[in-house]
């Protein structure tokens, strides 16, 4: 069934969200180029500046055939200039969908609710499921199924790891999460939790870590840096995982931090594997909510 707006994974499911994967997959094998967005726009609003979103989302839109459009908070200030209903209401009149790029998540699903075109949710404090279709995809590329890989997170709850373990979850693999006591994910999520870092990567066939810190938390960040302390992925935590494991990291990294520079660029990293499939990721979700694919 055709799903409206992407807010997260589970607004997938498990069957749309594997064909959404094979989709991306078969897109980058071709580099496909297609027509889907012929004369139409498609909506970029950015409260949070970004790099591999944007990038990847204007790209995507152009070799669908659109025409991407950038606003940014600075523009249209979202929820304090205009309301986000009227912002939704506008932007529907004009577009063929919406990519929203925010701070609360109730702010993209605000959109979701008043725009009557396809709303894309291009990171909340909540989601990324654009970073779990990328990340699904880079697994499959070095491992094939997934069914009972083991995957091993270090660090924060974060929005990353949710939309990351519903994915997960889906294909079959086994997510253990690392996670110092009072970060833990916003809601419940298919993961096994625990508190030593060593713990969750010992056997592990992929780790995987992120920023202590997102942006909208600058004021937390010495305090974290303390409460993460020991979970950095360095080169000894790193060989706890199998001879084989791949390292993988959402970007952007804070070297010295969640990881070392050794491990980020180690031979089997694939942190920029990840970052090339955000691209077949956002095509396959806007090819997904037009119905195309």
Known sequence: MQTRDLLDVDDLGPEAFRRVLDDAHRMKASRYRGQELAGKTWALVFEKPSLRTRATLEIAVYELGGHPLYLDQRGIG????????????????????????????????????????????????????????????????????????????????????????????YLGARLVAAIPEGYDPPEPIPAEIVRDPAEAVVGADAVYTDVWTSMGQEEEAEQRRRDFKGFTVDLALFERAKPTAAFLHCLPAHYGEEVTEEVAYHPRSRIFDQAENRLHAAKAAIRHLLGAA
């Open 78 to 169: 979202l929820g304090e200039r205009e309301p986000v209903r009227d912002v939704a209401k506008n932007l529907e009149r004009w577009t063929a969908g919406i990519a929203a790029r925010v701070f609360r998540h109730a702010t993209v699903a605000e959109l979701a609710e008043h725009a009557s075109v396809p709303v894309i949710n291009a990171l909340s404090d909540r989601a990324h499921p654009l970073q779990a279709i990328a990340d699904a995809m880079t697994l499959e590329e070095a491992f094939g199924s997934l069914e009972g890989l083991r995957v091993a997170w270090v660090g924060d709850g974060n929005n990353v790891l949710v939309s990351l373990a519903k994915a997960l979850g």
